[in-house]
Every structure is written in structure tokens, then in C-alpha cells.
């Protein structure tokens, strides 16, 4: 008998554990009569997603909502007011946050965002991160080489990081490319060029960004000890989604050029230009830039930088990269051709941070 009251009580105590966490658990109702039970992860722009026990992460249409209970406390931010905390229910055009010490109602189309903890603390990371955190890239290398009648080494390697936040975005880049031949005992370089830099860009609106730049090149044969560059002008964001990103840009920048005929040439130029980047599928991406210098101190002279790039994922860390650089000179140095163009392939490892 006692055994047996034992065991309902126990019954009695894990039903009821079951019927409290299934009541605590956040619940979306659709238009259409779908329901959705789980915790809120967050409602960004069109979409508000939560987090099943079934399905994972479900994303569904925010203007097909009917309902939402949310028990677990989430962070609303309004359209216009400071951001709430507390348990959060939708019905209708009406929705309602409790708060510690108040209760706020907000109608349906003056709700901007929705973020659970995780969410939350990721975003406050994104509006003042450190300096050393959120950079993405890669960093690549690449060998290539021949043995019997001649030997050849060929030796590149490149890194490109990027900074994105909110607001702002900062690029690092750099590329080396080495190459010798031997032949009958005869050594001869045959490729020497390095090329880097940094810009930085940021948001003034939502389309419209501010920019910076400094480049710095060498290549020994084009007879270029070093090239400094520095500009900044303003961008427009003509695409940006998580799929396409496309920038234009124009302004002015300082070129100093030292050749070592020697020749050393001062300018002031300005230039027009494009940044892209498209994400191919879940493994491709490809980034494009080109700018278009015209010389305004010496009518009639011109540069333009080109460069290509495709990276795909084999692994989570390892990468397989192609990329192409190509700097045109509308007048080289005496005995120089115009066009440098430069391509490389190696394996990277991606970073993040």
C-alpha cells in the first residue's frame, strides 16, 4: 500500500514538472492556425524566429502572426522609447510587456525587435566591441616549383581581415608573390611585388558612408621602390543583404610614387570605383574591387587597380583561394610596360574572432 502511494505521488510530482515547463515554454500562434512552442530567439526586420524542442530555429513571417506568450523575459525594442525587459504577449495589434516595476503596451507596428539574452548580448557586443574582436579572414599560401633542366621556386602568400560592425568597417590586405628560375647555372628572379593597405569606412546613413584608404605597393620589376598612397572620399551602398554586397566610391587621395630609375613622381588624383563581394553558395564566395585614378596634377595620366577573388570552403578552417591583381599605369617608368598583372592560388585557414 505505502509502495504504492509512493509511486503516485511520484506520478503526481512528474506530471505536474512536465506541465509547468510546458507552460513556461514561449508559444507563437499564425494566422493561419499554425502553433509554434519553444523559446523566442529574436524578430529582426520581416522575420521572428524561435527555437523548437522539434525542429531547431524556425524563422516565420512577422505580419503572420497572430499571437505570442512569451514567459521567458526578452528584451523589445519599441520604435520610439528606451529598450524594455520583462515577459512579453502579443494578441493581435496589441501587444504588452511586463516589466519589474511597470507594464508597457505597444501596438503591432511599433515593435522594431525582439532579442532573447544570447541575442541581446551579442548585439550590445556589436555597438562597442574591443579592437581586437569581430575580425573575419583568411590567410593564404601558396608554393609552386620545377627540378631537372631548370629549376623554378615560385612562393605567394596573402591575408585579407575585415572588421564589420554596426556602424563602421575596417579592411587589412596584403599580397606577395616570389619567383626565381635557374637555368644552365644561371639564377634569375622572375617575379618580386608586394601589395597591402588599409581603409576603413562608416556609416553616416544607411546608405551613405564615409571612407579611407592608404595603399602601399611595391614591384621590382616595374622599377617601383614604393608607392604610398592615402584618400578618402564617400561610398553608397547600392546592395547590402546577407547574400550581396555592393559599394561605390568616389573621392581624392595623395600618390607618391619612387622609381628607382630614379624618378619620383608627386599627384593628386581622383578616383571612382566599386566594391562587391557575393556569396556564391554555402561554401563560394567572390570579392571584386576596382578604382580609376585620374592624375590632376599631370593632365592626362591615369591608373586603375583591379582585383579578383574567389574563396571556397573545404573544411570549417580550410579554405582553397584564387585571386587576380592587375595595376595599369597610363605611363610607366622609362623602359616599363603598362600593365602588371599578378594571380595566385593556395590554401588558407580562416579566422574569426
Given amino acids: 500500500m505505502r509502495n504504492t502511494r509512493i509511486f503516485s505521488l511520484s506520478v503526481f510530482c512528474l506530471s505536474f514538472l512536465i506541465a509547468a515547463t510546458a507552460a513556461r515554454a514561449d508559444q507563437v500562434v499564425l494566422k493561419n492556425g499554425d502553433r509554434l512552442t519553444g523559446s523566442i530567439v529574436k524578430k529582426q526586420d520581416a522575420g521572428l524566429t524561435i527555437k523548437t524542442e522539434q525542429m531547431g530555429a524556425v524563422t516565420v513571417p512577422w505580419d503572420q502572426v497572430e499571437s505570442v506568450a512569451a514567459d521567458t523575459p ?25 516589466t519589474a516595476d511597470a507594464v508597457r503596451e505597444l501596438a503591432f507596428g511599433d515593435i522594431s525587435a525582439i532579442r532573447d539574452d544570447a541575442e541581446e548580448k551579442a548585439y550590445q557586443r556589436l555597438l562597442n566591441p574591443g579592437w581586437l574582436q569581430l575580425w573575419t579572414g583568411t590567410g593564404t599560401v601558396g608554393f609552386a616549383g620545377t627540378s631537372g633542366n631548370a629549376r623554378t621556386l615560385t612562393f605567394t602568400t596573402g591575408i585579407n581581415a575585415d572588421r564589420r560592425t554596426r556602424s563602421d568597417k575596417t579592411s587589412i590586405y596584403f599580397s606577395l608573390i616570389k619567383a626565381s628560375a635557374r637555368i644552365d647555372d644561371v639564377s634569375e628572379d622572375t617575379a618580386e611585388a608586394v601589395r597591402g593597405g588599409i581603409s576603413y569606412g562608416r556609416d553616416i546613413t544607411p546608405r551613405l558612408f564615409f571612407s579611407a584608404f592608404n595603399d602601399y605597393e611595391y614591384d621590382r620589376f616595374q622599377n617601383l621602390d614604393l608607392r604610398f598612397v592615402l584618400g578618402g572620399g564617400m561610398g553608397y551602398h547600392a546592395i547590402a543583404n546577407d547574400r550581396v554586397r555592393l559599394d561605390l566610391l568616389a573621392g581624392g587621395a595623395y600618390n607618391r610614387s619612387s622609381f628607382s630609375t630614379p624618378l619620383i613622381r608627386e599627384s593628386g588624383e581622383i578616383y571612382w570605383g566599386d566594391e562587391l563581394s557575393i556569396k556564391l553558395n554555402s561554401a563560394a564566395s567572390l570579392v571584386q574591387s576596382y578604382r580609376m585614378f585620374n592624375d590632376m596634377t599631370n593632365s592626362g595620366m591615369y ?51
Avoid: C
Avoid at 74 to 97: C, Q
Fill in 303 to 353: 591608373r586603375v587597380n583591379f582585383d579578383l577573388g574567389l574563396n571556397t570552403k573545404l573544411l570549417k578552417w580550410l579554405t582553397w583561394n584564387v585571386s587576380i591583381s592587375d595595376r595599369y599605369l597610363s605611363d610607366p617608368a622609362p623602359g616599363r610596360q603598362n600593365n602588371d598583372f599578378m594571380y595566385t592560388t593556395g590554401l588558407g585557414i580562416t579566422f574569426a574572432n
Fill in 74 to 98: 526578452v528584451y523589445v525594442v519599441p520604435a520610439a522609447g528606451p529598450t524594455l525587459h520583462g515577459t512579453f504577449t502579443l494578441e493581435g495589434d496589441k501587444a504588452e510587456v511586463k
